[in-house]
């Protein structure tokens, strides 16, 4: 019964930024790794970005040095700061919120980057 809704998604230009936001409910969050993932028309869903229960974090290499990935496990909501924004970020961004074989996904959040 675990559920996750992004927010923060929209139409930004190249350069510019955007912070997602997750917020979690009907988890116990401290304990689920989250995670970023994106998927563009025609293209598999890929990791942008993940941060373990205990902070650590893991990037993909396209978005390495722009994405910051973050938590606050008081609000049991997870963020994505994107920075730099290219077209090619064009895409419905999905939260994941994963404990073991455990696996909780968000309705995703299209972000558009175009001038």
């Not at 993932?37 to 990037?59: D, F, K, M, W």
């Not at 919120?97 to 309705?107: D, M, S, V």
């Amino acid at each position: 019964q675990g559920q996750l809704v992004e927010s923060g998604g929209g139409l930004v230009q190249p350069g510019g930024s955007l912070r997602l936001s997750c917020a979690a409910s009907g988890i116990t969050f401290i304990s689920y790794d989250m995670g970023w993932y994106r998927q563009a028309p025609g293209n598999p869903r890929e990791l942008v970005a993940t941060i373990a229960s205990g902070g650590s974090t893991n990037y993909a290499g396209s978005v390495k040095g722009r994405f910051a990935i973050s938590r606050d496990n008081a609000k049991k909501t997870v963020y994505l700061q994107m920075a730099s924004l290219t077209p090619e970020d064009t895409a419905i961004y999905y939260c994941s919120a994963k404990l073991w074989i455990r696996e909780y996904w968000g309705q995703g959040t299209q972000v558009t980057v175009s001038s």
